[in-house]
T-cell receptor, first 112, second 117 residues
Framework: SQQGEEDPQALSIQEGENATMNCSYK?????LQWYRQNSGRGLVHLIL?????REKHSGRLRVTLDTSKKSSSLLITASRAADTASYFC????????????FGTGTRLLVSP | GAVVSQHPSRVICKSGTSVKIECRSL??????MFWYRQFPKQSLMLMAT?????????EQGVEKDKFLINHASLTLSTLTVTSAHPEDSSFYIC?????????????FGSGTQLSVL
């Protein structure tokens, strides 16, 4: 399976702290994306980083990509209770139809 | 951004019945849609890729006769769970790629929680 793995599986922090999630994948990619899922809902796209990029920012989000290690990290700075959700990385893995394969996810709990 | 509408959000059915789930792209044309299945606290598992006007491509281990997918128009794909059984109970999510600059991202429906009694 080309499914990525994320760690930690669960992360519990206080508001204002930073949250870091890591994703590892197995095959070569065109890009890697991060999605957020609130409980019982669909996923929302957060950020996309291409294979030739090493770092990308979007608001309080910072994503890094290390293709030599086949890994990526998502940093959420100054977390808020509303950031509580599950976060998934997804890779396209050079597949037909541009399908995405999702990682195992990190469940983030931000306490007020 | 693009909006994908999925209906119903929740369905409870008796074992042996069939259930149809609809996925619509509201403000863009989706040539490709994807159907995922998700168990509690687990990741999304891709079931099939749906292409408008052609047969769906199923992932290994997914029964195509069990999970019927129809993508008859550029804005609608349907997943029918035929002769549902309790083990089919799960959260089903559709997603779509738009055209142009959107086509690298997926836009997701809000999901359908299927409970088979």
């Amino acid at each position: 399976s080309q499914q990525g793995e994320e760690d930690p599986q669960a992360l519990s922090i206080q508001e204002g702290e930073n949250a870091t999630m890591n994703c590892s994948y197995k095959t070569s990619i065109n890009n890697l994306q991060w999605y957020r899922q609130n409980s019982g809902r669909g996923l929302v796209h957060l950020i996309l980083i291409r294979s030739n990029e090493r770092e990308k920012h979007s608001g309080r989000l910072r994503v890094t990509l290390d293709t030599s290690k086949k890994s990526s990290s998502l940093l959420i700075t100054a977390s808020r209770a509303a950031d509580t959700a599950s976060y998934f990385c997804a890779t396209d893995a050079n597949t037909g139809f541009q399908k995405l394969v999702f990682g195992t996810g990190t469940r983030l709990l931000v306490s007020p | 951004g693009a909006v994908v509408s999925q209906h119903p959000s929740r369905v409870i059915c008796k074992s042996g019945t069939s259930v149809k789930i609809e996925c619509r792209s509201l403000d863009f044309q989706a040539t490709t849609m994807f159907w995922y299945r998700q168990f509690p606290k687990q990741s999304l598992m891709l079931m099939a890729t749906s292409n408008e006007g052609s047969k769906a491509t199923y992932e290994q281990g997914v029964e195509k006769d069990k999970f019927l997918i129809n993508h008859a128009s550029l804005t609608l794909s349907t997943l029918t769970v035929t002769s549902a059984h309790p083990e089919d109970s799960s959260f089903y999510i559709c997603s779509a790629r738009g055209g142009d600059s959107w086509n690298e991202k997926l836009f997701f429906g809000s999901g359908t929680q299927l409970s088979v009694l």
